[in-house]
C-alpha cells in the first residue's frame, strides 16, 4: 500500500503538470454521435442540411454531431518471472505499475473505463473495463501484488484471449518485456482491431553488462542457473551485440506492423517517453 500510495503522488502530479489535454487529443472516441438539430446559419456546411425537419418547419435546419467520447482502454501486463529483474531503484515489475497508474489515471481523468489483464504463459487476471479513480488504483494494486513466479511469457495468448473477451474497439497499452517469440501474426491482428500500443520495458543490465568477473546467473523463467565470466571483453561485447539486435528487431517489427511505441528502462523517468509518443501521435493526426 505504501507502494502504491507513492507511485499515485508522483503519477498524479505528472498527469497533472504534464499530460492535462494531450492525453484527450491524440486518443479519439470511437466516432460520432447525434448531438442536436439547430437552425441553418449562413456558412454552415449544407451536407448537414436536415431535409426532414426543413420541410416540416419551412425553413432550413442542420444535423451537429459530436464525437463519441468515452474510450475503454485496457492495459495487457506481462507479470512473467523476467518482470521481478532490477538493478536500480525498481524492477521492470515496478516500473510497469508506474506507466500503468499515469496512462490509467490519464484515462479516469476524461471519463474513459480502464480494464486490467495480467498475463504469463497464461491469463492470471482479467478485471473487467471501468470507470474511476478507484479502478486505477485497483490495477495498480494488482500489478505490484503479482506474486513472484517461474511462469515463462507467451504474448500471443494473451492477445487471443484479449480478443475473445473485447469485442468492441479500445485503447490497447500492452506492457512487457518481450521476452517471447511467435507472436507477430497475432500482434497484426489485435493491431487491426484494437489501437494497440507496445511498451517494451528493460534494464540497463539487459543490454550491457559491467565487469563484475567470475558470476552465477538465473533465467527467471526456468530456474536455469549459468557460469559468466562477466570480465571477459569479448563476452561482455557479444551480449551487447545480441541485446542491441533484438531492441532493433523489435523496433522493426513495431515499424512494419504501423503499431506505436514507448521504449522504458528501469534508469530514467519515463514521462519524456510518454509526451514523445503523444506528440507523434498529434502530427501524425494533423492536430500537433
Same mark, same amino acid.
Given at each position: ?102 496512462? #490509467?489515471?490519464?484515462?479516469? +481523468? ?7 489483464? %495480467?498475463?504469463? &504463459?497464461? =491469463?492470471?487476471? !482479467? ?115 545480441? #541485446?542491441?539486435?533484438?531492441? +532493433? ?7 512494419? %506492423?504501423?503499431? &506505436?511505441? =514507448?521504449?522504458? !528502462? ?23
Amino acid at each position: 500500500m505504501k507502494q502504491v500510495g507513492k507511485i499515485k503522488v508522483i503519477t498524479t502530479r505528472l498527469v497533472d503538470e504534464h499530460l492535462s489535454g494531450e492525453y484527450h487529443s491524440v486518443f479519439k472516441g470511437q466516432g460520432i454521435e447525434f448531438d442536436e438539430v439547430r437552425q441553418y446559419i449562413p456558412g454552415d456546411d449544407v451536407r448537414s442540411i436536415d431535409w426532414n425537419v426543413t420541410a416540416r418547419m419551412g425553413h432550413p435546419f442542420i444535423k451537429r454531431f459530436s464525437e463519441e467520447r468515452e474510450l475503454t482502454v485496457i492495459f495487457l501486463v506481462d507479470i512473467s518471472g523476467s518482470q521481478c529483474f532490477g538493478t536500480g531503484e525498481r524492477s521492470k515489475a515496478e516500473l510497469a505499475a508506474e506507466i500503468t497508474c499515469l496512462l #490509467a489515471l490519464s484515462a479516469i +481523468k476524461n471519463q474513459d473505463k480502464i480494464g486490467l489483464i %495480467l498475463f504469463t &504463459d497464461q =491469463i492470471e487476471k !482479467s478485471i473487467p473495463p471501468r470507470k474511476g479513480r478507484t479502478a486505477a488504483m485497483r490495477l495498480v494494486r494488482e500489478v505490484l501484488a503479482a506474486e513472484e513466479t517461474r511462469r515463462k511469457t507467451d504474448i500471443a495468448g494473451a492477445f487471443h484471449f484479449l480478443n475473445n473477451v473485447q469485442k468492441r474497439r479500445a485503447v490497447v497499452f500492452l506492457i512487457s518485456d518481450f521476452m517471447d517469440s511467435n507472436y507477430e501474426n497475432e500482434l497484426r491482428i489485435l493491431s487491426r482491431r484494437h489501437d494497440v500500443i507496445c511498451c517494451p520495458v528493460s534494464d540497463p543490465r539487459e543490454m550491457e553488462l559491467i565487469d563484475a568477473g567470475l558470476i552465477e546467473v538465473q533465467d527467471p523463467e526456468t530456474g536455469d542457473l549459468v557460469l559468466l565470466d562477466t570480465g571477459s571483453a569479448h563476452i561482455r561485447n557479444e551480449f551487447k551485440r545480441s #541485446a542491441e539486435k533484438e531492441q +532493433k528487431r523489435l523496433a522493426d517489427m513495431f515499424r512494419k %506492423l504501423k503499431v &506505436d511505441t =514507448i521504449f522504458l !528502462s528501469t534508469s530514467r523517468p519515463f514521462i519524456d517517453d510518454v509526451r514523445k509518443l503523444f506528440r507523434q501521435r498529434q502530427i501524425r493526426a494533423g492536430r500537433g
